[in-house]
């Protein structure tokens, strides 16, 4: 795990990103960053999303995760 989170910090998004949506893929059990790390960046991001891979790790969109995360993102870009 990460020494400390201080280098990490996230702040509101510009206005100017208001309507992008966002999709935020975090691995469960990541090594390096805890879970906190992603609701923070999910609460600062308007109209963001956040997939939690279950046993995704520090990789979550790599090996026997990468068809779902294909299926997840695209499914996401298409706005279903």
Do not use: C
């Amino acid at each position: 795990m990460a020494a400390t989170t201080h280098d990490v910090q996230f702040k509101p998004a510009f206005p100017r990103y208001d309507h992008t949506r966002t999709l935020i893929v975090f691995g469960h059990g990541d090594p390096l960053y805890p879970l906190q790390l992603a609701l923070e960046l999910r609460q600062s991001i308007p109209r963001s999303a956040l997939w939690v891979v279950p046993n995704g790790g520090d990789g979550p969109v790599f090996g026997p995760n990468a068809a779902r995360f294909v299926e997840t993102a695209t499914a996401f870009v298409h706005g279903d």
